[in-house]
């Protein structure tokens, strides 16, 4: 299972060795909480305690804050698409995703690595016709980490650096050498790619490679969403964070893109995320009559008010997720003063494998599509 855990860049002078245990006594926690879900999933529902604090525990991307005994309701779009949702074109755009996962592992493993898709095994002939245009990349998500703004008991802070490590998990401990290392030595990693052709282009986001890349944003809090000055909802501060790394330059590549022809965004999980960003922040240029969204397995990202204005702006939005797949699911709908809410027509499937993680790998949403299972309607099932 994946967290969301937030980080801003912030120089490696102020990252010192005390931050980096402190980081890490919250990521084993959020890890352990991972590890007890499903058994506390299965718990009777506690009654909420309100709190007007916003939430910086791990723990509350599962606290729920809503009524408990209320009937189920399920988030769908809030603007029916003007075009269908196309299962060839999302048959295509699950592999551009792993194209981006593996473009990011290649990286890692050949520093010398240019980002050109074409030479990766994942790599589909059906993607010929297209030019890549852009590869983005950003600061390893590790090594840009800042405390600042986020709330550690005081007891930690005072706690001397031995005790802080032996309180670590031994998974963490294990890996706090390559941590202070990758901290020393910054690395730039890649977070997708663009394509074009005259047939469209496409925008494509990597999702969560590693548990480093979620530990994003321990505030599972909202920052407020401003678009040309008129206020658009809320959304999570972490994943605007994370791609506000990568604006600039996927500002840069749709320069390079046809106006006139379809543009597709696309990510599975975080790149979801980072997708949903991107089209929003594309309504406000030329190819706002284009754009077309198809995220996949993409937790949410914003409350209703900004679901609202993304659906006004770019009606052509798509969700496809597996029922029994955990990531979706978070944030929750409300935890605590916040409220987060879906985005895009629901396309769903049940795929369940027998475990956690896998329901969420790409390789599950690709046999879905190509069984061709995902439905624009919940199942009824027996209650």
């Not at 723990?59 to 988030?75: H, I, K, M, Q, R």
């Not at 980072?274 to 240029?285: G, I, P, R, W």
């Not at 190509?370 to 099932?381: T, Y």
């Amino acid at each position: 299972m994946i967290w969301v855990v937030n980080f801003s860049c912030a120089s490696m002078t102020k990252l010192t060795r005390r931050k980096v245990l402190l980081t890490g006594l919250v990521a084993g926690t959020a890890s352990a909480i991972a590890a007890q879900h499903p058994t506390q999933a299965a718990d009777p529902p506690r009654t909420p305690v309100k709190n007007d604090r916003e939430p910086t525990r791990p723990s509350a991307l599962f606290d729920y804050d809503g009524d408990p005994n209320s009937p189920p309701t399920v988030e769908n779009g809030l603007v029916e698409p003007p075009i269908p949702y196309d299962r060839t074109l999302s048959k295509l755009l699950i592999q551009c995703c792993d194209i981006a996962y593996d473009q990011f592992a290649t990286g890692i493993a050949n520093p010398a690595y240019d980002g050109s898709i074409k030479s990766l095994k994942s790599y589909t002939p059906l993607l010929d016709g297209y030019t890549q245009v852009a590869s983005f990349k950003a600061r390893d998500e590790l090594l840009g980490i800042s405390l600042q703004g986020t709330v550690i008991p005081e007891i930690l802070r005072q706690l001397p650096l031995d005790e802080i490590e032996r309180r670590l998990p031994q998974e963490i401990r294990d890996r706090l050498p390559r941590v202070l290392q990758r901290v020393a030595n910054p690395r730039m990693v890649f977070l997708g790619f663009a394509l074009t052709s005259k047939q469209g282009s496409i925008i494509v986001f990597r999702g969560s490679q590693t548990s480093d890349d979620w530990i994003t944003n321990l505030q599972i809090g909202q920052a407020d969403y401003v678009r040309a000055g008129v206020p658009a909802g809320k959304v999570h501060r972490g994943f605007l964070s994370f791609y506000s790394n990568v604006q600039a330059q996927v500002q840069a590549a749709t320069k390079l893109l046809n106006p006139a022809a379809p543009c597709y965004l696309t990510g599975h999980s975080l790149g979801g995320a980072l997708a949903t960003f991107a089209t929003s922040d594309l309504s406000l240029s030329k190819l706002k009559p284009q754009l077309r969204l198809y995220t996949y397995a993409s937790p949410r990202v914003g409350n209703l008010g900004f679901a609202e204005y993304l659906s006004g702006a770019v009606p052509n939005l798509y969700r496809i997720f597996n029922l029994a797949d955990s990531v979706p699911e978070v944030p929750p709908s409300k935890t605590r003063n916040s409220e987060f809410h879906h985005v895009g027509q629901n396309w769903s499937f049940l795929y369940y494998t027998g475990d956690v993680a896998p329901n969420h790998f790409t390789s599950v949403y690709r046999a879905a599509i190509a069984k061709q299972i995902e439905i624009n309607k919940l199942p009824d099932f027996p209650v």
